[in-house]
C-alpha cells in the first residue's frame, strides 16, 4: 500500500482574497508561502506518507522532493480527479488530500485521517465551522467525486453514501483550523485556540 499527500495549492496572486482588507498582496503571498512551508513539513513528518504531490496551476517553488502536478484552474474538482490518476498510475494506493492553509496542522492528525480511510475507505477532517472539508482521505481507485467548494462536507458526505461507502468524520484541530477570513487571521496572529 502506497500512500501520498495531495496538497492543492492557488497561485500566490489568487491566494487569499478574502483576506485583502486585512493584509496587502505582499503579506498575503507570504503567509501563503509560510503555511504551505508548514503543512509540507508536518506531511514530511507522517510516517504513513510514501510522497508528496502539489497541484497548482502555477509555477509555485517546490522543495525538489515534492511532485508537482498541473491544475488546469479550469475545474479544481476535476483537477484533483486528474492528480488521482497521476497518482494511482505511480503505484498510489491511498491519497490524503490536504488544504496548504493549515498553519496548525500536525503529522499525527494527517496519520489519523489515513488511518480512519483505511477502516472505512473514505475520511473527511471539516472545518471549525462544521460546513466545509479541509482534508479527504480515500483508496485509490476510487468513483468518489471530490466535491470541493461552499458547503463541502455535506457534499462529500453524499456522495460517499451514494456510492454505498461510509465516510469517517475526523475532527482535529489542527486539520479544522484553516485561515480563509480575517477572523481566522486574527485568531493565527494572537495564538488563540478557535471556539
Given at each position: 500500500m502506497s500512500?501520498?499527500?495531495?496538497?492543492?495549492?492557488k497561485t500566490r496572486?489568487?491566494?487569499?482574497?478574502?483576506?485583502?482588507?486585512a493584509l496587502d498582496a505582499r503579506a498575503r503571498a507570504a503567509l501563503v508561502t509560510a503555511m504551505l512551508a508548514h503543512v509540507l513539513g508536518?506531511?514530511?513528518?507522517?510516517p504513513e506518507l510514501d510522497g508528496i504531490a502539489v497541484m497548482t496551476p502555477g509555477a509555485e517553488r517546490l522543495p525538489d522532493e515534492v511532485l508537482?502536478?498541473?491544475?488546469?484552474?479550469?475545474?479544481?474538482?476535476?483537477?484533483?480527479?486528474?492528480?488521482?490518476?497521476?497518482?494511482?498510475?505511480?503505484?498510489?494506493s491511498r491519497v490524503a488530500v490536504v488544504a496548504a492553509d493549515l498553519p496548525r496542522l500536525e503529522a499525527a492528525e494527517v496519520s489519523a485521517l489515513l488511518v480512519a480511510a483505511e477502516k472505512t475507505r473514505i475520511a473527511l477532517?471539516?472545518?471549525?465551522?462544521?460546513?466545509?472539508?479541509?482534508?479527504?482521505?480515500?483508496?485509490?481507485?476510487?468513483?468518489?467525486?471530490?466535491?470541493?467548494?461552499?458547503?463541502?462536507?455535506?457534499r462529500h458526505l453524499a456522495e460517499a453514501a451514494a456510492l454505498g461507502v461510509g465516510a469517517a468524520t475526523v475532527q482535529?484541530?489542527?486539520?479544522?483550523?484553516?485561515?480563509?477570513?480575517p477572523e481566522d487571521l486574527a485568531l493565527l496572529q494572537r495564538g488563540a485556540a478557535p471556539p
Open positions: 500512500a501520498w499527500a495531495l496538497v492543492p495549492v496572486a489568487a491566494a487569499k482574497s478574502r483576506l485583502a482588507a508536518e506531511l514530511r513528518r507522517c508537482r502536478l498541473k491544475d488546469s484552474a479550469a475545474d479544481f474538482n476535476e483537477s484533483l480527479c486528474s492528480a488521482f490518476a497521476a497518482l494511482a498510475a505511480r503505484g498510489c477532517a471539516p472545518d471549525r465551522h462544521g460546513t466545509g472539508t479541509n482534508a479527504l482521505a480515500l483508496a485509490l481507485p476510487s468513483r468518489f467525486r471530490p466535491r470541493f467548494g461552499p458547503g463541502s462536507l455535506r482535529l484541530p489542527g486539520l479544522a483550523f484553516d485561515v480563509d477570513e
